[in-house]
Nanobody
Framework: QVQLVESGGGLVQAGGSLRLSCAAS????????MGWFRQAPGKEREFVCA??????????YLVDSVKGRFTISRDNAENTVYLQMNSLKPEDTAVYYC????????????????????WGQGTQVTVSS
């Protein structure tokens, strides 16, 4: 049984930083793709970034709005994926969800939730102005 548990959310002032963690259990096959999505109140869930690894070199994809501010990384030994968020803005306020897929999702497809069968419960990130 695959379980994803996010942590690290909280309240931070604009310009501050947070690091989210997604601890995965039950994922026993490589390659994987793990992504971060977010959903603000009254808005649809949107893709933030993803990392894919396995047969070839890691593939990372971030949406333009977070490039230069957010970094996704992984620790295979800990079965954990991290989202380092710097220079946070009030518009980054949302519930952040970790998602996982078995296999390397092609980079142009990473932003579509349909490729991720496994989801965490979400962690709230609130950025005050």
């Amino acid at each position: 049984q695959v379980q994803l548990v996010e942590s690290g959310g909280g309240l931070v002032q604009a310009g501050g930083s947070l690091r989210l963690s997604c601890a995965a259990s039950g994922l026993t096959f490589s390659p994987y793709t793990m992504g971060w999505f977010r959903q603000a109140p009254g808005k649809e869930r949107e893709f933030v970034c993803a990392i894919s690894w396995g047969w070839s070199a890691d593939s990372i994809y971030l949406v333009d709005s977070v490039k230069g501010r957010f970094t996704i990384s992984r620790d295979n030994a800990e079965n954990t994926v991290y989202l380092q968020m710097n220079s946070l803005k009030p518009e980054d306020t949302a519930v952040y969800y970790c998602a996982a897929a078995v296999g390397q999702v092609e980079s142009t497809q990473m932003r579509f939730p349909r490729w991720y069968p496994f989801w965490g419960q979400g962690t709230q990130v609130t950025v005050s102005s």
